[in-house]
Nanobody, 125 residues
Framework: QLQLVESGGGLVRPGGSLRLSCAAS????????IGWFRQAPGKEREGVSC????????NYADSVRGRFTISRDNAKNTVYLQMNSLKPEDTAVYYC??????????????????WGQGTQVTVSS
């Protein structure tokens, strides 16, 4: 059974950077597309960035494009989200998910095989 564990969240000032990691165990991650999602208090979950199993395809929410970068290291069974130029509105719990088939293209969290437990990101001065 695939298990995902996120890390790297924390408190950062506006304009700062964080790198989130999502370590997989129990199954090769390269079988799946992957995605990063976030949920702020009182708001619905939103897709931040998703990537194909091969890494050739990726997409980003308009709100993070140009600031965030998704990547994966299949040899380490780990995916990353590099977040630069962070803004207070990026504050949320961030989750990674393993995505079946082509669902990474929708990046809406449907057809997810597994979810991590989440890591809190707080952007505040």
């Amino acid at each position: 059974q695939l298990q995902l564990v996120e890390s790297g969240g924390g408190l950062v000032r506006p304009g700062g950077s964080l790198r989130l990691s999502c370590a997989a165990s129990g199954f090769p991650l390269d079988y799946f597309g992957i995605g990063w999602f976030r949920q702020a208090p009182g708001k619905e979950r939103e897709g931040v960035s998703c990537m194909s199993s091969s890494g050739d395809g990726r997409n980003y929410a308009d709100s993070v494009r140009g600031r965030f970068t998704i990547s994966r290291d299949n040899a380490k069974n780990t995916v990353y989200l590099q977040m630069n130029s962070l803004k207070p509105e990026d504050t949320a719990v961030y989750y990674c998910a393993a995505l079946y088939g082509s669902s990474w293209t929708r990046c809406d969290g449907t057809d997810a095989g597994s979810w991590g437990q989440g890591t809190q990101v707080t952007v505040s001065s």
